[in-house]
């Protein structure tokens, strides 16, 4: 792997790509009197260009719990856009970045509450407080203004338990309940869950961050050929997270995940060969790799098989072709 590559690029896949913040739509019209109108950083829609393109990139993101990816994926359900117009879902993805404590998705939700949406949410002035209050807490002025608003049409025992589930609210609990269920599904070998499992403890959500169990996870994961745990677990090794640095090992990791069609797996396994690192340096074996993540829209790999060829004699360029020609992915 590229040494001056970011840890985020090299990492994990669902990390490569930067999701621009863009706050959510106004999901419906307003509070009573002028809240509405002072909501503006709920009133901005996520309209990226190329939709079904920000709904690829953002779904897998949510689904490992980044909160700004719920939160821009609640809006395009919302608005329809990359995917078909469904407001349960909306809610759904809003109130899963809500409960990770995003300050917008926060007073969204409260605004939600405050009106109700038919047939998905019941109007309930407490939680709709509850989520003002917190946002405000965090230093939204919007939230603050609706949280004040709001409040003056309430009774003492309505914002008394708002005021109470705003002090019991804890964000972790949401990374917490996640841990359990991996944890148990991943006990019982389901590689999927362990893979999960492996990054929360990498990147040290609902426990404290902790390498070594983020590789035994994913070593786990990867004795049953999931192909994104042997691709982490050889960055690991190649970096000296959770284990001594061991470019042999990774090259093996890196070469069980490309065999498995992992093009992040590919493009390292080259570079590796390229530059002889846990491996003897073989041109041909680089440009194979290379050449089969480029592929598949690997923009570093189709650099990378650019360059190299260069310097390459033409029967080595035709071997390492033939290579990729003759290149089966493992299971299929």
């Not at 994990?12 to 106004?26: D, E, G, N, P, S």
């Not at 959500?205 to 050929?225: C, E, H, I, M, T």
Request: net charge positive; proline share 3%.
């Amino acid at each position: 792997m590229d040494q001056a590559a970011s840890k985020e690029r090299g990492m994990m896949k669902y990390l490569v790509r930067c999701i621009t913040t863009v706050f959510l739509a106004a999901m419906l019209g307003g509070l009573a009197g002028c809240a509405t109108a002072n909501y503006t950083k709920g009133m901005k829609h996520y309209q990226p260009k190329d939709t079904a393109a920000a709904v690829r990139d953002l779904k897998p993101l949510a689904e490992q719990g980044d909160p700004e990816a719920q939160f821009n994926l609640s809006s395009l359900y919302y608005q329809g856009l990359g995917v078909p117009q469904d407001y349960r879902e909306a809610v759904l993805w809003m109130r899963k970045s809500a409960d990770q404590g995003h300050v917008f998705a926060q007073t969204t939700l409260g605004s939600l509450y405050a009106e109700g949406l038919h047939k998905v949410i019941e109007k309930d002035l407490s939680q709709a407080l509850m989520w003002y209050i917190l946002a405000a807490g965090q230093g939204d002025m919007e939230a603050v203004q609706l949280r004040d608003t709001i409040a003056g049409t309430m009774t003492p025992t309505q914002i008394a338990e708002a005021q109470r589930m705003a002090r019991e609210f804890r964000p972790q609990d949401v990374y917490t309940r996640s841990l359990k269920e991996f944890k148990s599904l991943g006990e019982k070998g389901d590689a999927a869950a362990q893979f999960k499992v492996g990054l929360m403890y990498y990147f040290g959500q609902g426990v404290p961050r902790d390498y070594r169990q983020s590789l035994d996870w994913f070593n786990k994961a990867a004795l049953q050929g999931h192909p994104q745990a042997l691709y982490n677990a050889g960055y690991m090794h190649e970096k000296g997270e959770g284990t001594p640095q061991d470019y042999a090992e990774s090259v093996r990791y890196y070469r069980l995940a490309a065999e498995r069609g992992n093009q992040p797996a590919q493009y390292t396994l080259g570079y590796m060969y390229e530059k002889g690192l846990g491996a003897a340096r073989d041109e041909v074996q680089a440009l194979m790799w290379y050449s089969l993540a480029a592929v598949h829209r690997e923009t570093r790999a189709k650099a990378a098989r650019d360059r190299i060829t260069v310097w390459m004699t033409p029967a080595q360029v035709a071997e390492a072709h033939r290579l990729a020609r003759e290149f089966k992915i493992v299971g299929r």
